[in-house]
């Protein structure tokens, strides 16, 4: 069975940070994307950022490029995304997710979602 659990959501300040942490199971990162998506109250999901597992490259939304680094664990099966220099519009629910190499931006493109860790950044 493949799970995604998202941890290390929270409640920040304007300019703080949070790692968020993805821990997968159940499912063989080594030939997938991991991608984070995020998506704000009243507002479509927009993809954040997302790592392939294979060759560890990564790709950034413009709106967190500079600010996020996502990387990941292959000895704990975990994805991780450092987010610095917070602001109130990074406010969202985040969550992971798997998908085959080549996912890359496509929502459609992953099977298994994580079911979101709430970020909340005041101004």
């Known amino acids: 069975q493949v799970q995604l659990v998202e941890s290390g959501g929270g409640l920040v300040q304007t300019g703080g940070s949070l790692r968020l942490s993805c821990a997968v199971s159940g499912f063989r990162l080594d030939a997938s994307d991991i991608g984070w998506f995020r998506q704000a109250p009243g507002k479509g999901r927009e993809g954040v950022s997302y790592i392939d597992i294979n060759d560890g490259s990564t790709s950034y939304a413009d709106s967190v490029k500079g600010r996020f680094t996502i990387s990941r664990d292959s000895t704990t099966n975990t994805v991780y995304l450092q987010m610095n220099s917070l602001k109130p519009e990074d406010t969202a629910v985040y969550s992971c997710?798997?998908?085959?190499?080549?996912?890359?931006?496509?929502?459609?493109?992953?099977?298994?979602w994580g079911r979101g860790t709430q970020v909340t950044v005041s101004s």
């Open positions: 997710a798997a998908g085959p190499y080549g996912s890359t931006w496509n929502e459609p493109y992953y099977d298994y």
